[in-house]
T-cell receptor, first 114, second 111 residues
Framework: NAGVMQNPRHLVRRRGQEARLRCSPM?????VYWYRQLPEEGLKFMVY????????ESGMPKERFSAEFPKEGPSILRIQQVVRGDSAAYFC????????????FGEGSWLTVV | EDQVTQSPEALRLQEGESSSLNCSYT??????LFWYRQDPGKGPEFLFT???AGEEKEKERLKATLTKKESFLHITAPKPEDSATYLC????????????FGSGTRLLVRP
């Protein structure tokens, strides 16, 4: 039973480039969440999506960041014109339904901006 | 605003030396309190969910308890493989889909 799959695991981008992070939720899960973990900081909520819908993006920076979860295919977190401060671990998580159910995390995508 | 504070920030134990990690929380209404374990370079691994005060859950050497204001993760006779960062998170009734995390407790168990 595959868990939450994220790719790439490691990504290096130069300042100004775009980063695309992909997430396939656990089988049967229709709710996807993205979290960011900055160096030496805790996990911070970014966005919550269901298929074809953004439910809550209150934790997402207003500029350069976007997320989608299309009807077919993985969820994508897109960061345009990356800056050094975007260097972090980005974790995707999924659950069966949003209230009170266990949220399972992937192994993360580690973005380094040089 | 929902908030989670974990203590201590770091804890060193000898193998077999039992101890407890604390998670204090403030939330308008608690939907669930979650404990995760995170190893370096890995994603959080689910351990427990607690839903109401008085609830307890156990898994191997770990036992989680919950009161109205805090949760404890008790580690009995730890082994070096228990070394990790332990994360506590709350899910509120008003924003039940969002987990608010504490900064974690880094546990090191020496042989």
């Amino acid at each position: 039973n595959a868990g939450v799959m994220q790719n790439p695991r490691h990504l290096v981008r130069r300042r100004g480039q775009e980063a695309r992070l992909r997430c396939s939720p656990m089988k049967g899960h229709s709710h996807v969440y993205w979290y960011r973990q900055l160096p030496e900081e805790g996990l911070k909520f970014m966005v919550y999506l269901q298929k074809e819908n953004i439910i809550d993006e209150s934790g997402m920076p207003k500029e350069r960041f976007s997320a989608e979860f299309p009807k077919e295919g993985p969820s994508i977190l897109r960061i345009q014109q990356v800056v050094r401060g975007d260097s972090a671990a980005y974790f995707c998580a999924s659950s069966v339904e949003r209230r009170g159910n266990t949220i399972y995390f992937g192994e993360g995508s580690w973005l380094t901006v040089v | 605003e929902d908030q989670v504070t974990q203590s201590p920030e770091a804890l060193r134990l000898q193998e077999g030396e039992s101890s407890s990690l604390n998670c204090s929380y403030t939330v308008s209404g608690l939907r669930g309190l979650f404990w995760y374990r995170q190893d370096p370079g890995k994603g959080p691994e689910f351990l427990f969910t607690l839903y109401s005060a008085g609830e307890e859950k156990e898994k191997e050497r770990l036992k989680a308890t919950l009161t109205k204001k805090e949760s404890f993760l008790h580690i009995t006779a730890p082994k070096p493989e228990d070394s990790a960062t332990y994360l506590c998170a709350v899910q509120g009734v008003d924003s039940s889909y969002k987990l608010i995390f504490g900064s974690g407790t880094r546990l090191l168990v020496r042989p």
